[in-house]
């Protein structure tokens, strides 16, 4: 079937003649002479206006077909002496696909909350404010990639089952093996206990000792019983590992790649911004560009400590040396002291994984965190250890069995270089460049507990 996509047809220089639209019915309105049908396809946030002249045979086939009915109409693009559009189209010929019963479509034109779409995200999509965070979420998705490319980073996809506890957090899904087994055992598939990945840092890490500069862009998971706005079961990590490279390299590469993709969205989707601005975050795309523009700022982790303690704020968590930061912790930095981006660094070896790398004083470890406003924690990452004696020893004072890590030990015995890291979540990135509050409406089909629809 060809056809043009209503985002190239809004943006088109000079009435091109007869063209085919194919979309879902947003609005229709019946007037005297006319009715006018708002078209949408999901290519842009603005839809066509499609002209249908009573009487005609255009407008025979539209018969009773109203929101929510998926259209083809062809006809010419002429300029429209309506305002707030450019073009429009004279219908001259309608084929209809499928109809949508007005007494039963959820979505007609009206403004609904974002917890009676969560229950019907098979339709959400329909809707101004989620077409527009999912077209941001593939343009977002893009120039993720396209930043790693330009720097010679390396595409690698690492394993969704596994053995290994990378985050030693014990929040990992249990994976009992082919449908349909009656018994159940743990393992019985792999001979071993399965999880789902909660990172793929380790498999990283091999693949950067012999490949330079690698990065993953792919699902994880975590069995985390959290029902906050932050968290979900399911999420995208964005990991990138490079051998011979210290924890500046990666403050370095983490803000570069934030700032790449703030870049991007505010040249690629400025319609779509421009809706959150307006309906879900006033003061987005200014805030945006400022992030962008400003070097972030950096601080140790025992500088943080002291900015918070002298603060004055009753937190809910109160501060004390030596506690991970809690979110709200993070946003007050990011938000009322920096006031832009802040990179926290040299944590508290005890707050932090076993591959971290231990600084001199064996106190703290290379690791840092990218905290920006209104999210809190994006970026997460470190140096990681690579002399053995030091990560065999950490290993086991942790508890753990060295065997289970023999092969990423092995990195350490053969050829060991300094290397670095990170993770930045996704839909964090999402919820920063879109200001929605809620991790649930920037994934299309968020799993969170006790929710496993579509």
Request: proline residues 4%; hydrophobic residues 40%; glycine residues 10%.
């Amino acid at each position: 079937m060809q056809r043009t996509l209503i985002a190239e047809a809004l943006a088109a220089d000079n009435p091109c003649g007869d063209i085919t639209l194919c979309g879902w019915v947003r609005t229709r309105r019946d007037l005297a002479e006319c009715s006018f049908i708002e078209l949408n396809d999901g290519s842009s946030l603005s839809g066509m206006q499609c002209v249908v002249e009573h009487g005609s045979a255009a407008y025979a086939a539209l018969g009773a077909a109203n929101t929510g009915a998926a259209l083809q109409v062809r006809g010419a693009l002429v300029p429209s002496p309506g305002k707030g559009q450019r073009w429009e189209v004279q219908a001259g010929a309608i084929t209809i696909f499928g109809l949508a019963d007005p007494q039963i479509y959820p979505l007609q034109k009206k403004r609904h909350s974002d917890e009676f779409l969560r229950t019907i995200a098979h339709l959400r999509v329909r809707t101004n404010k989620y077409g527009a965070a999912f077209r941001l979420r593939s343009q977002a998705a893009r120039a993720v990639h396209d930043f790693f490319h330009e720097r010679r980073f390396v595409l690698v996809h690492t394993p969704v089952l596994t053995g290994a506890d990378c985050e030693g957090g014990g929040e990992m899904f249990s994976v009992t093996g082919p449908a349909g087994n009656e018994d159940g055992r743990r393992g019985e598939f792999f001979h071993r206990p399965c999880h789902l990945t909660v990172s793929g840092q380790l498999e990283a890490e091999a693949l950067a000792m012999g490949l330079g500069r690698v990065y993953t862009f792919g699902p994880a998971f975590r069995a985390e019983n959290s029902n906050t706005a932050r968290h979900a079961a399911e999420f995208w990590m964005i990991e990138p590992e490079m051998a011979f490279a210290d924890l500046r390299d990666i403050m370095e590469l983490g803000e570069g790649l934030i700032c790449h993709v703030i870049d991007h969205v505010l040249a690629c989707c400025r319609d779509d911004l421009r809706l959150f601005d307006a309906f879900v975050d006033k003061g987005l795309v200014e805030r945006l560009a400022g992030m962008a523009a400003k070097p972030f700022a950096r601080a140790s982790y025992a500088e943080a400590v002291r900015i918070l303690e002298d603060c004055g704020k009753n937190f809910v968590y109160p501060v004390v040396f030596g506690m991970d930061l809690q979110t709200e912790h993070e946003r007050y930095l990011a938000e009322e002291h920096f006031h832009r981006p802040v990179i926290v660094y040299d944590y508290p070896r005890e707050t932090k994984a076993f591959y971290m790398r231990a600084n001199d004083d064996n106190e703290t470890v290379a690791a840092m965190d990218i905290l920006v406003p209104r999210v809190g924690e994006l970026v997460g990452g470190s140096q990681r250890e690579e002399r053995l004696e030091r990560l065999t020893a950490r290993i086991a004072e942790l508890g753990r069995n060295p065997d289970d890590y023999w092969w990423y030990l092995d990195l350490r015995r053969f050829g060991s270089a300094p290397h670095a890291g990170f993770g930045l979540g996704f839909e964090r990135l999402l919820m920063l460049l879109t200001g929605i509050g809620n991790i649930r409406d920037v994934l299309p089909f968020p799993r969170t507990p006790g929710s496993l629809e579509f």
